[in-house]
């Protein structure tokens, strides 16, 4: 899992309620993203961040929020509105491209994730 | 856009044998790929990734995959597995801005 941390492992949240998933990198990576994993779907994208106080909408980004105050930070909210939460959540990062045409090859590095729960 | 199909949802192998979890692409342009490995609860860890140059590309733990263009594949492979290879991999190709990932292949070895 490498220079990236998420907390908690584990969270539950109770009706109506936001909940703030944390995602740290202490390895100089400018990008950030936030995946979410169902069974048998693979993993979807939900936001991701190229550099900081910037941030996109990825393929199922509603019902969450985002903020990249700071490099090493890219926390996710889920937000009341979602409606079916209950899924494993992972935090990833990529080096920052060497060239500007270089950006696609870059890896991504994930995080342990966390998974959360509906009371 | 781009897209990779894992059609295989478990594969299972005697430890010692070889073993195959396939993978296909559709991109515009050059493949970028990558295989994940995923044990349980965990994060995705990285084995491997074509780019460019040779069409088998060594990565950790004695996995390698072969690119072929031909048939837009790039199954990954290794030699003679181990119980200890056993979880979920993943596929997946890199986009504008993101990864495309396949649904995953659940790999079994069995004693």
């Known amino acids: 899992d490498g220079g990236i941390t998420q907390s908690p ?29 169902d069974p048998g779907q693979g993993l979807r994208l939900i936001y991701y961040s190229q550099i900081v106080n910037d941030f996109q909408k990825g393929d199922i980004a509603e019902g969450y929020s985002v903020s990249r105050e700071k490099k090493e930070s890219f926390p996710l909210t889920v937000t009341s509105a979602q409606k079916n939460p209950t899924a494993f959540y992972l935090c990833a990062s990529s080096p920052t491209p060497r060239g500007s045409g270089n950006r696609y090859v870059e890896t991504q590095y994930f995080g342990p994730g966390t998974r959360l729960l509906v009371l | 856009a781009q ?3 894992q059609p295989e949802d478990q594969v299972n192998v005697a430890e010692g044998n070889p073993l195959t979890v396939k993978c296909t692409y559709s991109v515009s342009g050059n ?38 263009k031909s048939q837009t594949s790039f199954h990954l492979k290794k030699p003679s597995a181990l119980v200890s290879d056993s979880a979920l991999y993943f596929c997946a190709v890199r986009g504008n801005n993101d990864m495309r990932f396949g649904a995953g292949t659940r790999l079994t070895v069995k004693p």
């Open chain 2, 3 to 5: 897209s990779v199909a």
């Open chain 1, 9 to 37: 492992k584990y969270l539950f949240r109770k009706e109506g309620q936001n909940v703030t998933l944390s995602c740290e990198q202490n390895l100089n990576h400018d990008a950030m993203y936030w995946y979410r994993q």
């Open chain 2, 31 to 68: 493949p970028y790929l990558f295989w994940y490995v995923q044990y349980p609860n965990r994060g995705l860890q990285f084995l491997l990734k074509y780019i460019t140059g040779d069409n088998l590309v060594k990565g950790s733990y004695g996995f390698e995959a072969e690119f072929n």
